[in-house]
């Protein structure tokens, strides 16, 4: 059974930074495509971040420069570091992991960005 359980949100004033980990068990973590998807309210579900197996990353226009996404093959874990905070980046952030459109979800990890 897949189980990805996120960490490490929470309230962060502007400019502020936070790191969210991704712990996964029930796959085999190396050969599957891991992302960061984020929703705010009354949104939808984007994607922010996400790292291949083979290590190659995209990020969002609205993040890049800002978040980086990492994973340790030897945890099972995935990371976003997520630097320079905006009160725009307030959601809850959601682990995925994909295999060939096979996908888990997290059960998501509230960050919010407020003074």
């Known amino acids: 059974q897949v189980q990805l359980v996120e960490s490490g949100g929470g309230l962060v004033q502007p400019g502020g930074s936070l790191r969210l980990s991704c712990a996964a068990s029930g796959i085999t973590f190396s050969i599957y495509t891991m992302g960061w998807y984020r929703q705010a309210p009354g949104k939808q579900r984007e994607l922010v971040a996400a790292?291949?197996?083979?290590?190659?990353?995209n990020y969002a226009d609205s993040v890049k420069g800002r978040f980086t996404i990492s994973r340790d093959n030897a945890k099972n874990t995935v990371y976003l570091q997520m630097n320079s905070l905006k009160p725009e980046d307030t959601a809850v952030y959601y682990c995925n992991a994909d295999l060939n459109g096979r996908v888990s979800w997290g059960q998501g990890t509230q960050v919010t960005v407020s003074s």
């Open positions: 790292i291949s197996r083979g290590r190659s990353t």
